[in-house]
């Protein structure tokens, strides 16, 4: 199944992404929730409601809605750098022997194809095409072994950096949090539809050039095993998204570097779960605001 949050006629809710079309669950199911985190927050159940209301329901073209981003606002975005032997390699650095977490802040959060901001503080934009994993029950000290049990599904996300904020301090968090630096979606994809994470395509294009290739089998830290080694440490909840890392072919590590200027288009795509495709654009006069 493909969980799906729009907006069509000014109002925002969630919905099952049949084909080329969208079953409106707050037509479908009105007594399921409306929101995507809510909706995950009843679990299985929840999940297999939404599945049976929308069998043979009527749909909205998806041409004819926006796209939002899958959960509008995470709890928390927990994002895991340098997990691949790849992208390691071409960043100079060593091989993580624990997984290295940062958060992205919430409010970076944009639709599968919202556009998203080249900083007015910065020219050194970079994109980083991720498999992300969105947790569907609340859970700690979670086993390798059980970890498929509280994820709800996969999604795909660009972790948008900002290269010299990033790598001013040791701590990454302010240079991949800007507003607008996490566009995901299209939707999540339930595990019942794609069990394996570990076995999907993974592929990042700027402008129409290929710039990443690679697949998931080749993360250094699994799915699995990033959930275990979060959970260790704090409760995860239904809508927490994990961006599990990119691969090798990021701007900064091309010769010379290909950093993103107003005007590109990054399309990322991952097998079995969809793709999302996004505009970088000026940052606006409008986001200064107090208040």
């Not at 010379?256 to 000026?282: F, H, R, S, Y």
Request: proline fraction near 8%; charged fraction near 20%; charge should be negative.
């Amino acid at each position: 199944m493909k969980l799906a949050t729009f907006t069509e006629s000014n109002r925002t809710r969630v919905g099952v992404v049949v084909g080329d079309g969208i079953v409106d669950l707050s037509t479908a199911a009105p007594d399921l929730p409306s929101e995507m985190t809510q909706l995950l927050s009843g679990g299985p159940d929840a999940l297999a409601a939404a599945a049976r209301a929308a069998e043979g329901a009527p749909t909205l073209r998806l041409a004819d809605v926006h796209l939002e981003s899958p959960v509008l606002r995470p709890p928390k975005i927990l994002a895991i750098g340098l997990n691949y032997a790849d992208h390691v390699a071409e960043s100079g650095m060593e091989t993580p022997k624990l997984p290295l977490v940062f958060n992205k802040q919430s409010t970076s959060i944009v639709g599968p194809n919202d556009p998203f901001h080249l900083p007015r503080v910065s020219t050194a934009l970079d994109y980083e095409g991720e498999l992300g994993v969105v947790i569907g029950q609340r859970c700690r000290h979670v086993p390798k072994e059980r970890a498929a049990e509280v994820i709800a599904g996969l999604t795909v996300v660009n972790d948008v950096t900002v290269r010299d904020w990033q790598l001013r301090t040791p701590t990454w968090t302010i240079g991949k949090s800007f507003d607008t630096h996490c566009p995901t979606g299209p939707w999540i994809v339930t595990n019942d539809e794609l069990p394996d994470p570990h076995c999907l395509d993974i592929k990042t294009w700027v402008n129409g050039e290929l710039r990443q290739s690679s697949n998931t089998k080749q993360l250094i830290f699994d799915c699995f095993e990033l959930v275990e080694h979060l959970s260790t440490a704090f409760t995860l909840e239904p809508g927490d998204l994990i961006a599990t890392g990119t691969p090798s072919g990021v701007g900064i590590g091309m010769k010379p570097p290909q950093l993103l200027k107003v005007g590109d288009v990054v399309k990322i795509a991952i097998d079995g779960v969809g793709e999302i495709e996004n505009t970088v654009i000026e940052e606006p006069a409008s986001t200064t605001r107090i208040g």
